[in-house]
T-cell receptor, first 109, second 115 residues
Framework: QQQVKQSPQSLIVQKGGISIINCAYE??????FPWYQQFPGKGPALLIA?????SEKKEGRFTISFNKSAKQFSLHIMDSQPGDSATYFC????????FGKGTMLLVSP | GAVVSQHPSRVICKSGTSVKIECRSLDFQATTMFWYRQFPKQSLMLMAT?????????EQGVEKDKFLINHASLTLSTLTVTSAHPEDSSFYIC???????????FGDGTRLSIL
């Protein structure tokens, strides 16, 4: 019940395209769903987060879509740039966070 | 805002040495701090949760006598890897959370290499 499944494992997107990463959770008690971006040798940086009382949240080029009934949420990166190339982790939880396995995103110039 | 500083960034030491890693919240009070371990190209695995002034809560399978955690102030937590061995080599990352907030803010991690 603590698992968070993330897909795809890796993703290649052309510059200017839309990157989409999906996550699914099992524990209905989870009430906080953040996305983190991690560059090699660095700690994860919080990108955007959502709570289950809203279905979508947008901050700049980053959007979270949340489907409570399906227990799924996704990250959309609009107008993807080479500088967005990194590993992205979804997470879910309440007092502690359970992380997905990560998605390596490569944005080609 | 919400800056977390972790030190040192890299440690290389001999087997049997004890290593201390510091995690500081620079611009907020971290009532709760978390310690994670990350293997290459893998996810973050929570090791323990510490609340200021309380004993840490360890995840299943994490040896509390091996990984000593102290959270003596609202801005500082330390992780001491005691009598480290090569299998303890990993990337250790801390995060901190302010009172009443859900967001965890991460440090830049410590690369520990035990020879």
């Amino acid at each position: 019940q603590q698992q968070v499944k993330q897909s795809p494992q890796s993703l290649i997107v052309q510059k200017g395209g839309i990157s989409i990463i999906n996550c699914a959770y099992e524990n209905t008690a989870f009430d906080y769903f953040p996305w983190y971006q991690q560059f090699p040798g660095k700690g994860p940086a919080l990108l955007i987060a959502i709570r289950p009382d809203v279905s979508e949240k947008k901050e700049g080029r980053f959007t979270i879509s949340f489907n409570k009934s399906a227990k799924q949420f996704s990250l959309h990166i609009m107008d993807s740039q080479p500088g967005d190339s990194a590993t992205y982790f979804c997470a879910a939880g309440y007092s502690t966070l359970t992380f997905g396995k990560g998605t390596m995103l490569l944005v080609s110039p | 805002g919400a800056v977390v500083s972790q030190h040192p960034s890299r440690v290389i030491c001999k087997s049997g040495t004890s290593v201390k890693i510091e995690c500081r919240s620079l611009d907020f009070q971290a009532t709760t701090m978390f310690w994670y371990r990350q293997f290459p190209k893998q996810s973050l695995m929570l090791m323990a949760t510490s609340n200021e002034g309380s004993k840490a809560t360890y995840e299943q399978g994490v040896e509390k006598d091996k990984f000593l955690i102290n959270h003596a102030s609202l801005t500082l937590s330390t992780l001491t890897v005691t009598s480290a061995h090569p299998e303890d080599s990993s990337f250790y990352i801390c995060s901190a959370r302010d009172r009443g907030q859900s967001a965890q803010h991460f440090g830049d991690g410590t690369r520990l290499s035990i020879l």
